[in-house]
């Protein structure tokens, strides 16, 4: 598509989204850009705010090329992607000023402030509902806006600790291990979009009516502790990592890890060599003579019987889903497998899930230019198919202010005279 | 703006909730938690899943007593209907027609078997919205293909990126998508919700679990994409990050300690007390001491051998080491310790510990319901607090078909002998 000169290239428009007509501000880190990000694929409009030198998390790592700068890195164009970016220095009152005329045009306004700081940038919710009592403001921070731990430093390790995840990752050898791709972040990111529709309906239905929405990131990784916190409930029992096999609240389940030719899959309960689908897989490993001792009538009334297996009895059903599959390849066993009725899925890496074909069956992926460097980069797709209301990825992140003279003409009716004495002020 | 108390967002709006495990009942608890008549629909012949697993009260097994079960289906109605009875596939669309929303998560064309498809849905009642959420979405290779989140994991990267290097890819030790998907597929049902309110415009969302999970790995793609370089799994470390680990104190417990920034790092030498090792030629800059995170982390294990204690065996205390100067930290100090020094530090909290963490407390993020089975039972809250139309969980979870009565009469519109004789012939069950 040709672009008149002088007119920036994204974020393209997207009038047919569920949530096109909305304006969204973010003044968000790590903890809010891709919740932001997720409602301007839907259609909101939404304006990245940068302090004049650019926003810290350009300089987030890793860099296209492994080369720093601001406009290389690899997280800014994942979180940022589809945004239009000012610049507004909210040290200053007049930076301020503009953006409390920028809130007052907006439905949402995301906030990663350290709690108790944000009065100092005009970003407090007092201040905010004054300038427009409609807006919803998002807070996102490691433990909530109050509390004894509200003001405690965090990062992803942390919250993925005192969030209660980390204890079941891991093993017993090795103690507890984070997910090196920052879970609580991410977490903290879609609790934040969650919350911010939640908010958006209201308003709809309540003549209007804005909303402080106050996130905690350990709260959000605490939601990811799967029936750990009920079974502690329940029975008492308090869960660890499991490493390769699975939590249960009454035994040690088989692994559901084995070892492939060219990789590993994954498959509840030593591929359903326990439970239900026994015989099913026993027949399968028969066929080619490969059940070993678990072809017997006695292993086969053992296997369906929904009595744990005990200490003996694991080793011996493992080590021969082990033998069998260590001979194969992932996707040969997955696919039969899932052919029998059994729900395995290969272990995949970021290369493999690229090369997907069920992703390139539904037409997964999305190629965004980016035209000064001259390439264009494949990036993760639709979340959501909607009939109605298509999903649409918005092109790549932008420039440090690079839409300054549009958003402020457009919205706030700044000529390019009066932008020019703000330059001078240091305020854009 | 009116002056009474505003109303709970999706206050009036009915779901007939299909969906099962996880990912579907968390997308309408979402709806529950805030307002909506949301029913689920379940069946006595064919038991949902998580009503099958544990935690069960008192260990023993029953539909109407696990906890699994329980937590992602708070605030709901519950209905049961066989879908194999004569006039079972009737009465589920009859439940659907008199909904604004329907959920759902079966393997593709199972609603479509029953007349329950968009297709047959809208036709008659076009402003439904509609969302369909099983593994792969509804098309593809592999759309027919079963599992469950404990395996979904590792197809959508998240086990291959947990661990340790050269160690297999063990995965969360959870059924790590079923807590990351949902949230996603609540943001765009609420979105399409939200266009209806305004334009009275239905529709139908095809929502892929693997498609959702891949925005949850960061820049692990772009990586690969743009960069050509794989990430993979690096067990405590982080790449921008010296030191940035997770170490064991003298109770057992763990606690996690990062520095990404030079502050950082300089709280981090001042709460050590300053000792020498940091101050060499190598330590100075935080490229080279992603260098030397070994070593970094074995004078971290040594201080903290040496100055933490175990208040339950204040006796048993630490020769090795020898960095103590008198000071010794219990593991709730040590985190305090390096918090007051500027550096992020947390401790690992087990399933326990959660409940007593006194922020998760102050933040009151555990409701305690009570149900007629299980008794007084804690749930799960969003991670948001909204200022002004509250998150309530507004009852336990529903026991199986609890709510057939209400459902049938009220809402399907049964007459008393009708309900009696479908009842007597099984097909609530």
């Known amino acids: 598509m040709a672009m008149p000169d002088g007119v920036p290239p994204v974020p393209f428009a997207h009038p047919g989204g569920p949530l096109a007509g909305y304006r969204v501000l973010d003044l968000a880190d790590e903890k809010g850009q891709l919740c932001t990000r997720l409602l301007g694929e839907l259609g909101a409009d939404v304006i990245k705010v940068e302090p004049r030198e650019g926003d810290p998390t350009r300089g987030c790592g890793p860099f296209f090329r492994g080369e720093e700068g601001a406009e290389t890195s690899l997280f800014w164009w994942v979180m940022n992607a589809g945004k239009r970016s000012v610049t507004c220095e909210l040290r200053l009152e007049q930076g301020r000023e503009l953006l409390h005329r920028l809130a007052a045009r907006s439905d949402i306004l995301v906030e990663t402030c350290v709690p108790g700081t944000q009065a100092a940038l005009g970003l407090d919710y007092p201040t905010l509902r004054a300038v427009n009592p409609s807006l919803i403001v998002v807070s996102i921070s490691g433990f909530g806006q109050t509390g004894p731990y509200a003001k405690l430093h965090t990062s992803d390790i942390v919250a993925a600790a005192l969030g209660g995840h980390m204890h079941l990752n891991g093993d017993e050898e090795h103690g507890p291990v984070r997910t090196t791709v920052p879970q609580a972040f991410t977490q903290a990111n879609f609790q934040a979009a969650v919350g911010a529709m939640?908010?958006?309906?209201?308003?709809?239905?309540?003549?209007?009516?804005?909303?402080?929405?106050?996130?905690?990131?350990?709260?959000?990784?605490?939601?990811?502790?799967?029936?750990?916190?009920?079974?502690?409930?329940?029975?008492g029992i308090n869960l660890g990592g499991p490493g390769m096999r699975r939590n249960n609240t009454q035994f040690t389940t088989p692994r559901y890890l084995y070892e492939t030719a060219d990789g590993w899959v994954a498959c509840v309960q030593a591929g359903g060599l326990f439970g239900v689908l026994a015989n099913t897989i026993i027949d399968w490993l028969a066929e080619t003579g490969e059940a070993g001792p678990l072809d017997s009538p006695e292993w086969r009334a053992r296997l369906v019987n929904p009595q744990p297996l005990n200490d003996d009895e694991r080793p011996i059903v493992e080590d021969v889903l082990a033998a069998f599959c260590k001979k194969r390849l992932k996707d040969d066993l997955v696919a039969e497998a899932q052919r029998r009725g059994a729900g395995w899925a290969p272990v995949l890496s970021p290369r493999e899930i690229a090369d997907s074909r069920q992703l390139a069956a539904r037409d997964y992926w999305v190629r965004v230019q980016h035209e000064a460097i001259g390439e264009s980069f494949v990036y993760p797709g639709a979340p959501w198919k909607f009939s109605a209301t298509p999903w649409m990825q918005r092109g790549r992140a932008p420039h440090v202010g690079e839409h300054n003279d549009q958003v402020y003409a457009e919205l706030l009716d700044i000529g390019a005279a009066d932008l020019r004495r703000l330059r001078m002020r240091m305020a854009v | 703006?009116?002056?009474?108390?505003?109303?709970?967002?999706?206050?009036?709006?009915?779901?007939?909730?299909?969906?099962?495990?996880?990912?579907?009942?968390?997308?309408?608890?979402?709806?529950?938690?805030?307002?909506?008549?949301?029913?689920?629909?379940?069946?006595?012949?064919?038991?949902?899943?998580?009503?099958?697993?544990?935690?069960?009260?008192?260990?023993?097994?029953?539909?109407?007593?696990?906890g699994y079960y329980a937590n992602f289906n708070s605030s709901k109605l519950g209905a049961s209907i066989n879908l194999k009875h004569p006039r079972g596939p009737e009465l589920a669309k009859r439940i659907a027609l008199a909904c604004d929303v329907v959920t759902e998560s079966f393997t593709p064309g199972t609603m479509a078997r029953f007349g329950l498809d968009y297709a047959s849905l809208s036709a008659e009642r076009p402003d439904l919205v509609m969302i369909s959420m099983p593994l792969y979405g509804q098309t593809g290779p592999w759309s027919h293909y079963s599992g469950f989140g404990h395996v979904l994991q590792g197809a959508a990267g998240f086990n291959h990126l947990t661990g340790w290097p050269d160690e297999p890819p063990i995965g969360t030790g959870t059924a790590y998508t079923d807590f990351l998907v949902p949230h996603i597929g609540a943001v765009g049902l609420i979105a399409a919700l939200d266009y209806r309110r305004r334009t009275g415009v239905g529709q139908y969302i095809d929502f892929g679990q693997f498609e959702a999970a891949i925005h949850g790995l960061w820049t692990a793609m772009l990586d690969w994409t743009a960069n050509g370089h794989e990430q993979t799994r690096m067990g405590n470390r982080d790449p921008e990050a010296a030191p940035h680990g997770c170490y064991r104190c003298r109770d057992g417990r763990y606690i996690v300690l990062a520095c990404f920034t030079e502050k950082q790092w300089e709280g981090f030498r001042a709460a050590l007390g300053r000792p020498d090792w940091c101050d060499l030629e190598r330590m100075r800059r935080k490229w080279q001491r992603l260098n030397e995170q070994k070593e970094i982390d074995r004078h971290i294990q040594a201080w903290l051998d040496g100055y933490t204690y175990d208040p339950a065996r204040p006796d048993v205390f630490a020769d090795e080491g020898g960095e103590s100067q008198g000071r010794r930290f219990t593991t709730d100090e040590v985190m305090m310790h390096f918090q007051d020094y500027g550096v992020p530090c947390g401790i690992v909290r087990s399933p326990e510990a959660m409940r007593s963490d006194p922020q998760m407390l102050h933040r009151q993020h555990y409701w305690m319901l009570e149900h007629p089975v299980m008794g007084l039972r804690s749930y799960d809250g969003p991670a948001f607090r909204l200022s002004a139309t509250p998150t309530k969980l507004r009852k336990a979870a529903p026991c199986l078909g609890e709510d057939n009565e209400y459902v049938f009469k009220e809402i399907v519109g049964l007459g008393d002998e009708e309900f009696i004789e479908l009842l007597a012939d099984g097909a609530f069950e």
């Open chain 2, 1 to 66: 703006m009116s002056a009474e108390q505003p109303k709970a967002p999706f206050a009036g709006l009915r779901v007939a909730d299909f969906a099962w495990v996880g990912v579907g009942p968390t997308v309408s608890k979402y709806l529950a938690d805030h307002g909506a008549e949301v029913i689920r629909i379940e069946s006595s012949t064919y038991p949902e899943s998580l009503r099958r697993v544990g935690p069960f009260v008192d260990n023993i097994p029953g539909v109407d007593r696990s």
């Open chain 1, 198 to 235: 939640v908010a958006l309906y209201a308003r709809g239905v309540n003549d209007g009516v804005g909303q402080h929405v106050d996130v905690s990131m350990q709260e959000a990784m605490s939601l990811a502790m799967d029936n750990a916190q009920t079974t502690w409930d329940i029975r």
